[in-house]
């Protein structure tokens, strides 16, 4: 591995480098630790149920077990509220979370894509883009092509 800073070789991934002291991650294993989305829309959509859940049934134990006793304290008839307006929120993150998840580009418009032209694997980049135009393609470098143009000055 190539230092990005100073260009040093040879250098350990997850260390730093010996020459600038630069900190040279793994991209291997950043990569394979990347979370698709629709798996965030799901871990969204299953905590939203289960909060949801607890904080109703919590609320109506406490109207249950409290509700019309005169001993009460007002704490109770508070937390019962806050756990049911919990739930009314844990609601609307639900049907929120639903309606992003509508609109968030999924694999079946790559599959409608796929089906449309007649592509075989989805796997294969080269097949959904187009053909590369090189026709115009500038050096990476001024140098590159002017130095041929150069004489080289006699010394008198």
């Known amino acids: 591995m190539f230092c990005p800073k100073c260009g040093n070789a040879d250098q350990k991934e997850n260390s730093y480098c010996r020459q600038c002291g630069t900190f040279l991650p793994d991209f291997d294993k950043i990569k394979s630790k990347e979370i698709p989305p629709a798996q965030h829309f799901t871990a969204n959509l299953v905590l939203s149920v289960m909060t949801a859940g607890v904080s109703l049934g919590l609320a109506i134990a406490l109207y249950l077990m409290f509700l019309g006793r ?3 304290p007002i704490i109770i ?3 019962a509220g806050f756990l ?5 929120w844990q609601v609307q993150v639900f049907w929120r979370t639903l309606q992003l998840k509508k609109q968030f580009p999924v694999k079946r418009k790559i ?3 796929v089906s449309e032209n007649k592509i075989e694997s989805v796997n294969t980049t080269n097949q959904l883009l187009k053909e590369a135009d090189l026709s115009q ?3 990476f470098s001024v140098t590159d092509d002017t130095t041929k143009h150069l004489v080289k000055n006699k010394m008198r």
């Open 77 to 79: 008839y508070l937390t």
């Open 84 to 88: 049911t307006a919990m739930f009314f």
């Open 70 to 72: 005169e001993d009460t």
């Open 111 to 113: 599959e409608k894509i």
């Open 137 to 139: 393609v500038v050096p």
